[in-house]
Nanobody
Framework: QVQLVESGGGLVQAGGSLRLSCAAS????????MGWFRQAPGKEREFVAG????????RYADSVKGRFTISRDNIKSTVYLQMISLQPEDTAVYYC?????????????????WGQGTQVTVSS
């Protein structure tokens, strides 16, 4: 069965940085697009970033463009989300997701598997 395990979340001050990791198992990692989504308290889960099976192209939500970078290492079966210039509005549980095809997932329906989530809290 597919397992996605996120790590790297935590508490950071506004303007700070974090790097999230998501290690995949039970899946032929290099055959699937991967994505990061987030859910803030009282809000629906939303797309943050996605990456195709071979690393290009990538897509980002407008709210994170220029601040977040998604990447992947197909040898390590791991996808990353580098986050800089974090703001309080970035506070959320961040979820890693595997797509249903080689192409990056943009919406929840595009995703076949989810991680358990990692909390990111940005203080002002």
């Amino acid at each position: 069965q597919v397992q996605l395990v996120e790590s790297g979340g935590g508490l950071v001050q506004a303007g700070g940085s974090l790097r999230l990791s998501c290690a995949a198992s039970g899946i032929t990692f290099n055959m699937y697009g991967m994505g990061w989504f987030r859910q803030a308290p009282g809000k629906e889960r939303e797309f943050v970033a996605g990456i195709d099976w071979n690393g290009v192209p990538t897509r980002y939500a407008d709210s994170v463009k220029g601040r977040f970078t998604i990447s992947r290492d197909n040898i390590k079966s791991t996808v990353y989300l580098q986050m800089i210039s974090l703001q309080p509005e970035d506070t959320a549980v961040y979820y890693c997701a595997a797509g249903r095809s080689r192409y990056l997932p943009l919406v929840e329906a595009d995703c076949r598997s989810w991680g358990q989530g990692t909390q990111v809290t940005v203080s002002s």
